[in-house]
């Protein structure tokens, strides 16, 4: 899906999936035998398992989410065909932190998936969505070939350490995944060691929409705010006690944009950054004025909102003049 629906998504729901995995059985591909299939169980982030089948030696694999291309590739592991949508798949469809790889990139419209016949063409043995799927799309997509939505029930995408540890034992690299991990995790605490007075500062991430009206995380559980986590940062507290259950994000309105307030803000916007100046009360927040505002857009939103072992760097390297600050 197109981050811009996955954030709407997330403001009115919060969609939980469980990793189900089920063989071909259309004649466009050939369903693996026992022998050509085994189990991989994955240990992921605090203290869950996934389980999943696939085939042994996945030769044609299709990736339909950022945060698992750009890990694969990093692992040097081929891919097949990447599905991205139109305006959502950076500039040139290519993610600036995504390593260089060889696979045909598809374009498809925005805000939606590809259908099951325009991934047949490919003969895929293996479809890695990412994210949660409808029970429809879902058996469709697993008559075709084994498919993976979500390793952690617990999440609406999994973290870049779980997407790393699963690709590793996927596709018997498990020692280049352990050590994508280990390099990046490096990096995330020498982050913190040069910038030590930014631990604890608060941040928020919001989403401005072109109506006026905007949406924040409420809860560490969002992707997003769980990399900020990780490199030191605290949940804008305000934003943390609207947070009722599954649901991550708050729809807010224009009024209540004092709630944003925080050491460190993260704007995403659809429209013209300058935009938000006009905003009653937007230059009275700390991060307009201490120039702690980081704007994102759809090339770069992804790289907080799905984050893989390497967009983990260049989170780090772009948030590095603010936390100078800070």
């Known amino acids: 899906m197109s981050i811009v629906k996955y ?8 969609v939980v999936a469980v990793v189900a995995i089920a063989v071909c059985s259309i004649t466009a591909c050939t369903a693996p035998t026992e022998e050509e299939t085994h189990e ?8 869950h398992t996934a389980t999943v089948d696939v085939p042994t030696k996945p030769q044609r694999v299709i990736s339909l989410l950022s945060n698992w291309t750009s890990t694969l590739a990093a692992l040097d592991i081929p891919i097949t065909a990447e599905f991205v949508q139109d305006g959502y798949g950076g500039p040139n469809n290519s993610f600036p932190w995504t390593p260089e790889h060889d696979a045909e990139v598809v374009v498809i419209q925005a805000d939606t998936l590809p259908t099951v016949d325009a991934m047949a063409r490919f003969e895929p043995d293996l479809i890695i969505a990412g ?7 879902f058996a469709a997509y ?5 498919t993976i939505t979500v390793l952690n029930p617990n999440g609406p995408v999994d973290s870049w350490q779980d997407i790393a540890t699963a690709a590793g034992k996927i596709f018997g690299k498990e ?18 060691a040069k910038y030590p007075a930014a631990a604890g500062k608060t941040f928020t991430y919001a989403l401005f929409q072109t109506t006026g009206s905007f949406g924040a995380i409420n809860s560490t559980k969002d992707p997003a705010a769980a990399l900020l986590t990780e490199l030191g940062f605290v949940l804008n507290p305000r934003l943390a006690a609207m947070n009722k259950g ?10 209540r944009i004092d709630l944003l307030d925080s050491d460190l803000l ?3 916007t659809l429209g013209d950054p300058a935009a938000l100046a006009r905003i009653p009360g937007w230059n009275s927040l700390t991060a307009v004025k201490d120039g702690t505002v980081l704007y994102l857009n759809n090339d770069t939103s992804p790289a907080f909102s ?7 760097d260049y989170v780090i390297a772009t948030l590095s003049p603010i936390a100078s600050r800070l």
Not at 7 to 14: G, K, N, P, V, Y
Not at 246 to 255: C, D, G, M
């Open 175 to 192: 020692t280049a995944a352990a050590d994508l991990v280990g390099r990046t995790q490096r990096n995330v605490d020498a982050f913190k």
């Open 40 to 47: 991989v169980t994955v240990e992921l982030l605090g203290g």
């Open 266 to 268: 993260l704007a995403y």
């Open 306 to 312: 799905v984050p893989s072992a390497p967009s983990v």
């Open 7 to 14: 954030l709407s998504q997330l403001l009115r729901t919060s």
């Open 131 to 137: 994210t949660a799927l409808d029970a429809d799309r």
């Open 246 to 255: 599954a649901v991550t994000r708050s729809r807010l309105s224009a009024e």
């Open 142 to 146: 697993t008559k075709l070939a084994p």
